[in-house]
Nanobody, 131 residues
């Protein structure tokens, strides 16, 4: 059984930074994609970013491009979401999820940000950005 554990959320002032972690445990395939999604209060969930485990390629939603980065430590089976220049609009519960599909296919804009693409989900971690 695969489990995902997201952590690193908290309260930060506008302009600040946070790093979220997503630890994936269990039997992992050689190739998978990890995605980050977020859900703000009274808003629909939206895809934020995704990363391929095999080559580290990433995609970002337009509103976070240039501010957020993703990286992975395959030895630790952990993916990181570094969030810089945070603003109150980034306030949300952030979730990580894994897709077992070919990551070369997942790492396209249509599929990276589609919740239906992902097979397993972790619990969320709350990010609150104060103005």
């Amino acid at each position: 059984e695969v489990q995902l554990q997201a952590s690193g959320g908290g309260l930060v002032q506008a302009g600040g930074s946070l790093r979220l972690s997503c630890e994936v445990s269990g039997a992992l395939s050689d190739d998978y994609a990890i995605g980050w999604f977020r859900q703000a209060p009274e808003k629909d969930s939206e895809g934020v970013s995704c990363i391929s485990s095999s080559d580290g390629s990433t995609l970002f939603e337009d509103s976070v491009k240039g501010r957020f980065t993703m990286s992975s430590d395959n030895a630790k089976s952990t993916v990181y979401l570094q969030m810089n220049s945070l603003n109150p609009e980034d306030t949300a519960v952030y979730y990580c999820a894994v897709s077992w599909a070919d990551s070369r296919v997942v790492l396209t804009r249509r599929r990276c940000f589609d919740e239906d693409e992902y097979d397993e989900w972790g619990q969320g971690t709350l990010v609150t950005v104060s103005s």
